[in-house]
């Protein structure tokens, strides 16, 4: 009898698992209240080294059907985007795409303070009724010292995640406009990526 007790507990603790694993995370805000998207960040968001038409909030406008605000501003740190914030909220956004924290890195601005500048502003949108689209960046060249701390912010805040946006785009010359910038080609691989997280979550 024992043992069919074990097998039974052993069993409904592997279902528990597979469902835990398997499921889809909560996203607060979800389903969008509106079409209104804006894509808020920094030189990246903008398309900075991409021709007209081809940075990737432009490509994955095209993809959705929908058209995107652009909101990027180049240079721009957390702490910035956070000042500037009300601007994007007056917009009332169903949708944010959020990119920053590459800057913050470049600039060496403490891990700590960027994160929680990134906690406010998701915050702030979520608070106004915003799903976030939380998309992270790579902080260091031989290890990657923001891959936890932004996996663990969107799982926190509810927010839809798409990991590392410049992965396998950074390090290949043929997809780079400058050291930072992706050219035409890379911003499609980062549209594509944005895309396939994003597709079920707005129609």
Do not use: C, W
């Not at 944010?96 to 600039?107: A, E, H």
Request: glycine letters at 10%.
């Amino acid at each position: 009898m024992r043992k069919y007790i074990i097998v039974a507990v052993l069993a409904t603790f592997a279902l528990g698992v597979y469902f835990f694993s398997n499921s889809s995370p909560i996203i607060k805000n979800y389903p969008p209240k509106n079409d209104t998207i804006v894509a808020f960040g920094d030189s990246l968001t903008r398309g900075v080294g991409a021709t007209d038409g081809k940075g990737f909030v432009y490509l994955l406008s095209q993809k959705l059907g929908k058209p995107i605000v652009n909101l990027g501003v180049s240079g721009d740190t957390t702490k910035e985007g956070l000042a500037r914030i009300n601007e994007a909220i007056k917009k009332n956004p169903g949708t944010v795409v959020l990119l920053l924290g590459g800057n913050d890195y470049l600039k060496k601005v403490p891990q700590e303070e960027t994160f929680n500048n990134l906690r406010q502003i998701i915050t702030k949108f979520q608070s106004g009724g915003s799903m976030v689209v939380l998309l992270g960046v790579r902080g260091g060249v031989l290890s990657d010292k923001f891959e936890k701390p932004f996996e663990n912010l969107a799982r926190e805040t509810g927010s839809i995640y798409v990991s590392d946006v410049l992965s396998g785009v950074i390090t290949k010359k043929e997809y780079m406009y400058d050291t930072v910038h992706p050219n035409d080609e890379g911003y499609a691989i980062i549209a594509d990526r944005i895309y396939q997280k994003v597709a079920k979550y707005i129609k």
